[in-house]
């Protein structure tokens, strides 16, 4: 089980981006995402099922994600979330930047 | 049941007259006689200029339960809407139906009126920002109408809208009533909409910032229309009444699809000296239109005439003779104005000459080619301009219907995508423009051509453009964006979508919260 050291966040709000933001879950709370997206009806499940997917993928038993979309596109939402995860996760040595 | 453009529409709707479904685009044919005004009788030495607004509105015998209208050619600037409902609320008027030609983001100021029941029902073209959600969200006393201009004409000039009392927002008006927008610190230029609601309504109030001495020249609205005039101080804001020059786009994606326009104006089949079009104000039209320029120089060929609202570029090709002559429902910006004033081949007319189905021939039923945007398109032809991607009202129908059905070409010009969401899809979620009438749609991605149109679809492929079946371009945009869910709608009507002949072509739903 992976564990989530700090908040952390990746992407920006310029339209067709998403910023993504992460922080530790309360044990036993599971995964908890709120998301904004101008296109939530249309897109909202998808959106938090990619971001879900890639939490798992990491081992992450719990994290609040905060999702601010833009209408970005998967291949955007993938590369924020995996970049967010790696920052969140990254042992304290080895933090990569924040940029 | 189930109307010609496939669409449920219930067998009643609250507050709502006898549902006509929608059974193609010429399948009502009129029967009976226009509607008419009051006759009146103005003797000499009669005065038509009244202290205040609450004057001339006592003067007019408004009362409870009662239609009135007002035109929207100062757009965004308009200041007459906003004051003249609250006089009107002050004064304690209720139960009151507005039919405005349409509503804008100046509007939003009107909502409390709703909410107290100054006013129970609203007929327009479209609404947006606040007033547009909140149409979307509470059903009124009647069901919200929203009509194409051609269809607004229609209503007024068959009797099924009868406006009691006009106000009209008047950029210059002399003493006896003559009214033109072309000058006065609130000029807006082409007064279209306004001339029909002058025409048939019972009592017509002008509205001046603008009193002028003498006799008016040049007079759009006549003096024996107008019963009563009203100085104020301002009827409307020049920054929101005409924009400056319009700038040419630099986005290279709506370069793209100008361009691809441009060459299918030219190819299609109706380029020919003397073919006539309607452009319309959004930046890859207007870009169209540049590169439209050019080819007709290099071929030296001239439009008889163009046609819609009008914006700058368009008067920059009328001068250079391009273009023979303009008519002008609408002009959009301060070039536009100027030309209507300065050159006499920009000709002034109304909605009713412009885009009514029921006369004897509207100048739509004339047009070679019309380009219109979309805000939506599905695999049907079929084009919503109205409802956004929450269900929300957040436009207008506009013209939009009348010029693909009159059009022997339409051409509808959109991003294959915007944002995420795909703009050409399964089902629109409100169909505006039925896509029996719609020819052509050009994305930055590929060009779909009505099935109906087989004798385009060869033009087209001659011609090498990137020419695909309209479910190709679905499933490209599919493939960037995936498929969308279906927006959750609730069973509550909130508007109708009325076609030109006032048949229901669709109905709007409430939003799921």
């Known amino acids: ?99 | 049941m189930i109307n010609a453009a496939g669409r449920f529409i219930p067998d009643t709707l609250p507050g709502y007259r006898d549902i006509r479904p929608y059974a193609g685009p010429f399948a009502t044919v009129p029967d009976g006689r226009r509607a008419g005004q009051k006759i009146k009788a103005f003797r000499p030495g009669t005065s038509k200029v009244l202290a205040s607004l609450e004057e001339a509105i006592e003067a007019s015998g408004l009362k409870d339960g009662m239609t009135i209208s007002f035109h929207h050619a100062l757009r965004n600037g308009d200041r007459v809407m906003n004051m003249v409902m609250q006089t009107i609320a002050a004064m304690g008027f209720r139960n009151l139906r507005l039919a405005p030609s349409s509503f804008l983001d100046a509007n939003d100021d009107l909502i409390p009126y709703f909410e107290s029941g100054v006013i129970v029902a609203a007929q327009c073209s479209g609404a947006r920002g606040r007033l547009g959600a909140y149409l979307t969200t509470h059903r009124l006393q009647e069901m919200t109408i929203l009509r194409p201009h051609g269809g607004r004409a229609r209503a007024i000039t068959s009797g099924e809208l009868h406006i009691d009392v006009a106000f009209l927002a008047a950029p210059a008006c002399d003493r006896m009533g003559n009214i033109n927008g072309i000058e006065g610190p609130a000029a807006c230029g082409s007064l279209g909409y306004a001339m029909v609601d002058a025409r048939y309504a019972d009592t017509v109030i002008a509205v001046t910032d603008h009193l002028v001495e003498g006799a008016l020249c040049p007079v759009s609205i006549p003096q024996h229309l107008v019963d009563y005039i009203v100085p104020v101080s301002s009827i409307g804001d020049p920054r929101g009444i005409s924009s400056g020059a319009l700038r040419i786009t630099t986005n290279p994606r709506d370069l793209l699809l100008a361009k691809l326009t441009a060459r299918v104006i030219e190819t299609a089949g109706y380029y020919r000296e003397g073919f006539s079009m309607q452009l319309g104000a959004g930046a890859a039209s207007v870009a169209a239109g540049r590169y439209l320029r050019d080819i007709m120089l290099r071929d030296r060929i001239t439009a008889s005439f163009a046609i819609g609202g009008i914006p700058g570029p368009f008067c920059d090709l009328l001068d250079e003779g391009i273009i023979q002559t303009l008519f002008d429902t609408q002009s959009f910006d301060a070039r536009a104005i100027q030309s209507l004033r300065d050159n006499p081949r920009h000709q002034e007319y109304d909605v009713d000459h412009y885009a009514n189905p029921w006369n004897k021939g509207a100048m739509v039923n004339h047009l070679d080619y019309v380009v219109l945007g979309a805000t939506e398109v599905d695999v049907d032809f079929n084009v919503n301009v109205i409802t956004d991607s929450h269900g929300t009202i957040m436009g207008a129908v506009g013209g939009h219907p009348d010029a693909s059905a009159g059009a022997r070409c339409t051409i509808i010009t959109t991003p294959l995508i915007r944002g995420r969401l795909p703009i050409v899809t399964d089902r629109v979620q409100t169909i505006c423009t039925p896509g029996e009438t719609v020819d052509v749609i050009v994305t930055d991605r590929g060009i779909a051509v009505h099935p109906s149109r087989e004798d385009l679809r060869e033009n087209l492929m001659k011609a090498r453009l990137p020419v695909m079946d309209i479910k190709e371009l679905r499933d490209l945009a599919y493939s960037i964006t995936g498929e969308p869910d279906p927006l959750p709608i609730t069973d509550e009507p909130v508007a109708v979508v009325e076609y030109r002949d006032g048949t229901v072509l669709d109905v709007i739903w409430k939003p799921q919260d």
């Open chain 1, 1 to 99: 089980m992976a564990l989530i050291q700090r908040p952390a966040q990746a992407g920006t709000l310029e339209s067709s981006d998403i910023l993504i933001m992460i922080a530790p879950g309360e044990p036993g709370k599971g995964i908890v995402i709120s998301l904004e997206s101008p296109v939530q009806k249309q897109f909202g499940r998808r959106i938090t099922s990619i971001v879900t997917r890639h939490l798992q993928q990491a081992d992450i038993q719990d994290a609040e994600v905060h999702i601010q979309d833009r209408g970005a596109l998967d291949y955007a939402i993938e590369a924020r979330i995996e970049t967010a995860i790696a920052r969140a996760t990254a042992p304290a040595d080895k933090e990569p930047g924040n940029a």
